[in-house]
């Protein structure tokens, strides 16, 4: 048996980004959650930007951060460490009692997906352009 590897391209993920922003967006609207200083500011700006498909704005990214940050906070003061055990265990099998709770188990782990695909379309766009210089660089060579 043989194993091929087949990578998802980039406007697929591209467009699970957008979809993955946008849905994360409305949803975290929805918490209510607070940011601490700055990013209380930004969070408008940031929630706009992710529902008009602007999931790449560097602009957005302490603020990505924060919100992921203020989710696994919540939940941990629900119960202590599990915000942060959502982000290193497998917690689909996780019986809950606490509504609240299991709210923001599914919204930790909306955020790391949306966060972690944001960060791959960002590397692949690096990797073209980094591959066009390069070639650029080859033909003004020859």
């Known amino acids: 048996m043989s194993y091929i590897r087949r990578e998802e391209s980039l406007e697929t993920m591209a467009a699970r980004a957008i979809g993955e922003g946008s849905d994360f967006g409305h949803t975290y609207a929805r918490t209510g959650l607070c940011l601490t200083s700055h990013h209380r500011r930004t969070l408008p ?8 498909g602007e999931v790449l704005d ?10 992921g940050d203020a989710l696994v906070a919540e939940a941990n003061a629900i119960s202590p460490g599990y915000g942060n055990r959502v982000l290193n265990v497998c917690t689909y099998e996780d019986f809950l009692f ?3 709770l299991e709210e923001l188990r599914w919204m930790i782990l909306r955020w ?8 791959q379309v960002r590397g692949r766009l690096a990797a073209r352009r980094l591959l066009v210089s390069v070639q650029c660089s080859v033909e003004q060579a020859t």
């Open 45 to 52: 700006q940031t929630l706009a930007r992710l529902e008009c």
């Open 58 to 67: 560097a602009r957005d990214d302490d603020c990505i951060a924060a919100m």
């Open 98 to 100: 606490d509504e609240k």
């Open 112 to 119: 790391d997906s949306f966060s972690r695909v944001r960060m």
